[in-house]
């Protein structure tokens, strides 16, 4: 059970787009429509931003957006915000009720 | 919307087991099931495994097999997380988050984790 690969950063500018990627195999990524998405700000607990690949959870923006293609999974934030900024952590069914988290992102709004 | 409500930090020296609680409260089900994750310091969020509390039933991630054990107090929804012999390397900020309810005996799972506890930090020290 290896992490999910993630760019260790990504930045942008307040109104610009980023997306940051999430690479697994198809053991787990490829294998299932099962990616999460979670934003977390230091000293709190993580939030959850998409689910099943691509659906937002009740009163998240619908700046974040999400996707999946063979064993890579993507989040996209478009009209970028400084509230943005954050570490963003894929995570991903891995069969037989386990689950993998990739090793997150660091989001640094400029 | 069930919140999950964890028991304080702990400090423990290398050796001794360390034992920490998710409580849940609220919400519409008779029970959650309840997924533990950890974070240690400069790194990234880690999923130890999970419990279905009215099943008793847990399953882990390879690495934690043997060293740590999930179990839960479904009458009073407080699920346990204890690992055993933990080592400094296990100092973390420890998370208990729901991955699905269960209700007249069914349950539904998730494949997602919301929502969190606040966290417990666990600091292993000589």
């Known amino acids: 059970q290896s992490a999910l690969t993630q760019p260790r950063s990504v930045s942008g500018s307040p109104g610009q787009s980023v997306t940051i990627s999430c690479t697994g195999t198809?053991?787990?990524?490829?294998?299932?429509?099962?990616v999460s998405w979670y934003q977390h700000h230091p000293g709190k607990a993580p939030k959850l931003m998409i689910y099943?690949?691509?659906k937002r959870p009740s009163g998240v923006p619908d700046r974040f957006s999400a996707s999946k293609s063979g064993n890579t999974a993507s989040l996209t934030i478009s009209g970028l915000q400084a509230e943005d900024e954050a570490d963003y952590y894929c995570?991903?069914?891995?069969?037989?009720?386990?689950?993998?988290f990739g090793g997150g992102t660091k989001l640094t709004v400029l | 919307q069930v919140q999950l409500v964890q028991s304080g930090a702990e400090v423990k020296k290398p050796g001794s087991s360390v034992k920490v609680s998710c409580k849940a409260s609220?919400?519409?089900?008779?029970?959650?099931?309840i997924n533990w994750v950890r974070q240690a310091p400069g790194q990234g969020l880690e999923w130890m495994g999970r419990?279905?509390?009215?099943?008793?039933?847990?399953s882990y991630a390879q690495k934690f097999q043997g060293r740590a054990t999930i179990t839960a107090d479904k009458s009073m929804k407080i699920a346990y997380m204890e690992l055993s012999s933990p080592r400094s390397e296990d100092t973390a900020v420890y998370y208990c988050?729901?991955?699905?309810?269960?209700?007249?005996?069914?349950?539904?799972?998730?494949?997602?984790?919301?929502?969190w506890g606040q966290g417990t930090l666990v600091t292993v020290s000589s």
């Open positions: 988050a729901s991955g699905g309810y269960c209700s007249g005996g069914t349950c539904n799972q998730n494949n997602w984790f919301d929502p």
């Open positions: 609220g919400g519409t089900f008779s029970s959650y099931i």
């Open positions: 419990i279905i509390p009215i099943l008793g039933t847990a």
């Open positions: 198809s053991s787990d990524v490829g294998g299932y429509n099962s």
């Open positions: 099943d690949v691509s």
């Open positions: 995570c991903s069914y891995a069969g037989t009720y386990t689950w993998v």
